[in-house]
């Protein structure tokens, strides 16, 4: 079983920045944020396919979030800024344990989960 750790949360000022990580202990195909709100969904933030270095954002965030990566280290970092109040939830680092040729968006299709690291933007 691949273990995820993320770190790099906390709270930050409307218009700041953070960079959130995320470690696995192992192998994994694709690796890949989400995050979830108070009272909402867990919704696909961006994710990275390994083997091409593809990446895949979710539109609302294009140009706000950028995730990049160490394949080498089997690490992941999505760096924030311009955030804002909307932005608080807790924010979770996901691996796909199986190869894929397109990163996946949904939750379900993901195999290993960190757990989760908070994001607060104070309106």
């Known amino acids: 079983q691949v273990q995820l750790v993320e770190s790099g949360g906390g709270l930050v000022q409307a218009g700041g920045s953070l960079r959130l990580s995320c470690a696995a202990s192992?192998?994994?195909?694709?690796m890949t944020w989400f995050r979830q709100a108070p009272g909402k969904e867990r919704e696909f933030v961006a994710g990275?396919?390994?083997?091409?270095?593809?990446?895949a954002y979710a539109d609302s965030l294009k140009g706000r979030f950028t995730i990049s990566g160490d394949n080498t280290r089997n690490t992941v970092y999505l760096q924030m800024n311009s955030l804002q109040p909307e932005d608080t939830a807790v924010y979770y680092c996901?691996?796909?344990?199986?190869?894929?040729?397109?990163?996946?968006?949904?939750?379900?299709?993901?195999?290993?989960w960190g757990q989760g690291t908070q994001v607060t933007v104070p309106s």
């Open positions: 192992g192998r994994t195909y694709a």
């Open positions: 996901a691996g796909k344990r199986y190869s894929v040729a397109v990163v996946p968006q949904r939750s379900e299709e993901y195999e290993y």
């Open positions: 990275i396919l390994w083997s091409t270095l593809k990446t």
